[in-house]
């Protein structure tokens, strides 16, 4: 099964990278490589690389891009904090946990949408979540999925101490699991979530990420220097990026189906996908989701649940061991350690038509 397998490292996985990841030398180049991996809000960066639309921003800029496309998300992510990418296709919890926890200042370059359904608690004839103190939870421990259920039972006052068990449970083995007389209740995406709820009567969505609109980003990420250095690698990519935006906004069917068909199912089933998506078609929509009020008290959030697994970084002292700045020169966590931001500059330039 291909899909946007958001499992995190661990900490000694991220502490391993650490140790062979400096930041890239700040530097002029013409050649970048970016990676990314299979999911509904990333598939137009395949389509970039297919449809030959980054070569024509590239070569505008008089530099090359290369996208490269990983089945495996977590191995994509590092391979970037090893240096061998530029950039990657990656949440706002990974980014933070993975090569911003191991040392590797990186930028959120594209803001491209957020979680809107696509990933779901799910379980076999219960009402609400309280339903699920006492049982066992099935989900990939450590991803997403594991911070939704704790976003989820946070809401009815309960905690994962009061579930009988989390089992960590691959991606590729969650369908089979849940059609186990065992398997009681489990959290996980798209495309597991509709392939679970249609053929599954006694299926109930309990909480999904459109609860917690803003929460899940998913981001291309790109080292800061090598961006610092080169502001022509980010006004092409950006600029590439933005006209496919145009066309999937306009529903070309050309290129939804190009990208539903990359992704393993067809034009109807990536349109199903895309309806629990918000993507950020509009490039001032995705500034206005990069300044939101409340991307702090999220990325807060975030870094505090990353600690308390104990994956937000090798020897990571406390919950704010990583800064994270915002567009207004904000910080949250560390700011004498800063290794995630976020900057509006070129999804801005994009907006004001000055790419």
Do not use: C
Request: charged content about 20%; aromatic content about 8%.
């Amino acid at each position: 099964m291909q899909g946007k397998q958001k499992l995190l490292a661990t900490a000694l996985s991220v502490g391993v990278l650490s140790a062979f990841a400096a930041p890239l030398a700040a530097q002029e180049k013409t050649e970048f490589r970016l990676a990314w991996s299979i999911y509904v809000g990333w598939m137009p960066w395949g389509y970039l690389e297919d449809s030959g639309i980054m070569d024509k921003w590239a070569d505008k800029y008089g530099i090359d891009v290369e996208i490269v496309q990983f089945n495996d998300y977590v191995e994509s992510i590092n391979q970037y904090t090893a240096g061998a990418f530029d950039g990657v296709s990656a949440t706002n919890m990974d980014t933070l946990s993975i090569p911003s926890g191991g040392g590797v200042d990186t930028t959120a370059l594209i803001v491209g949408d957020y979680s809107n359904g696509n990933d779901a608690v799910i379980a076999k004839g219960a009402e609400s979540l309280a339903d699920l103190k006492g049982k066992p939870v099935n989900l990939v421990e450590l991803s997403v999925s594991h911070y939704l259920l704790a976003r989820g039972l946070d809401t009815v006052g309960l905690e994962e101490a009061d579930l009988a068990s989390v089992i960590n449970t691959s991606d590729a083995d969650m369908i089979a699991a849940y059609a186990t007389p065992d398997v009681e209740a489990v959290v996980t995406w798209n495309p597991l979530v509709s392939e679970i709820l249609g053929t599954s009567s006694d299926a109930v969505t309990l909480f999904d990420s459109s609860k917690i609109p803003g929460e899940i980003l998913d981001l291309m990420v790109v080292n800061t220097e090598v961006l610092e250095a080169n502001p022509n690698f980010g006004k092409a990519v950006a600029g590439a990026w933005y006209e496919v935006m145009g066309l999937m906004a306009a529903g070309d069917e050309a290129a939804l189906t190009a990208m539903a068909e990359a992704s393993g199912t067809d034009l109807a089933g990536y349109k199903a996908q895309m309806a629990a998506t918000e993507m950020f078609f509009d490039p001032a929509a995705a500034v206005a989701q990069a300044s939101s009020d409340a991307l702090p008290t999220t990325m807060t959030s975030v870094a505090e649940f990353l600690f308390d697994k104990g994956i937000l970084g090798e020897g990571a002292p406390s919950a704010d061991f990583v800064g994270i700045a915002y567009p207004d020169g904000t910080v949250t966590g560390d700011a004498g350690n800063v290794k995630f931001r976020f900057d509006t500059t070129y999804m801005q330039m994009a907006a004001d038509g000055a790419l």
